[in-house]
């Protein structure tokens, strides 16, 4: 009976906190609907991206709920709000409200956070749903991260291709186009998208080593 009451207890917790995230979600998300109809003209470049952006946060955030009540992901509670935040930070405060070319450092910061969040959500998978030992889960939330970053970088450029976006800021180094020679002049031959999708992978390692070193005292600790 006791066993019955502290699942029934938890079950309405963690009910309460998805309705919290929803209304929270659902407020930033028409927050930044209202702002970018009100600032931004739809002949604007990445116009419809920025416009959708809620709703691809929208889904992110069910599809991380529907992997939490599918065992897929076994996460803290005090992740899973983090992840959340993370979400809409990244596509409501980056696109939206387009934070990311408004506010200094804001993407390096985001990718930064990733690495930290995305380990502890693997770190955490890993030793709740199979027991794996500390360094084990947090080597598995490492390499959870770094995939993640991978793809997010795929993502970034896809927009860029497909929308005209400057996730990748690929645009920052143009100084100027030559007819003559039918080609672009550029501040770096490296070209400045290569150097800013290498400096976003490694601040997401740094972050990725700084959630393991979390997740392997975490567990060190709970162990003891």
């Known amino acids: 009976m006791e066993i019955t009451e502290k699942a029934r207890a938890s079950a309405g917790q963690s009910m309460s906190k998805r309705t919290a995230a929803g209304i929270a979600a659902a ?25 959708m952006s809620p709703v691809v946060c929208a889904v992110l955030l069910v599809a991380e709920d529907l992997f939490e009540r599918t065992g897929a992901l076994r996460i803290s509670d005090g992740t899973a709000a983090l992840m959340r935040l993370f ?67 795929l993502f970034e450029f896809a927009g860029d291709a497909l929308f005209g976006l400057d996730s990748q800021r690929w645009s920052v180094g143009l100084l100027g186009y030559v007819p003559d020679l039918g080609a672009w002049l550029v501040s770096d031959p490296r070209g400045h998208a290569i150097i800013d999708t ?3 992978m490694f601040v997401c390692l740094a972050g990725s080593v700084a959630g393991a070193v979390c997740a392997y005292v975490s567990a060190r600790r709970s162990a003891i």
Not at 129 to 149: D, I, K, Q
């Open 27 to 51: 407020v930033a998300g028409a927050a930044a609907v209202y702002y970018v109809l009100m600032t931004a003209s739809p002949g604007e470049q990445g116009y419809l991206y920025r416009l």
């Open 87 to 153: 979400a809409a930070l990244c596509i409501i405060g980056g696109r939206a409200f387009a934070f990311y070319s408004r506010v200094p450092f804001y993407d390096k910061m985001l990718h930064t956070l990733s690495g930290i969040l995305f380990t502890l959500t693997g770190a955490e998978t890993a030793r709740r749903s199979r027991g794996s030992s500390a360094f084990s889960a947090a080597m598995t939330g490492v390499m959870l991260s770094l995939s993640v970053g991978y793809v997010w970088e």
């Open 198 to 200: 290498m400096e976003d």
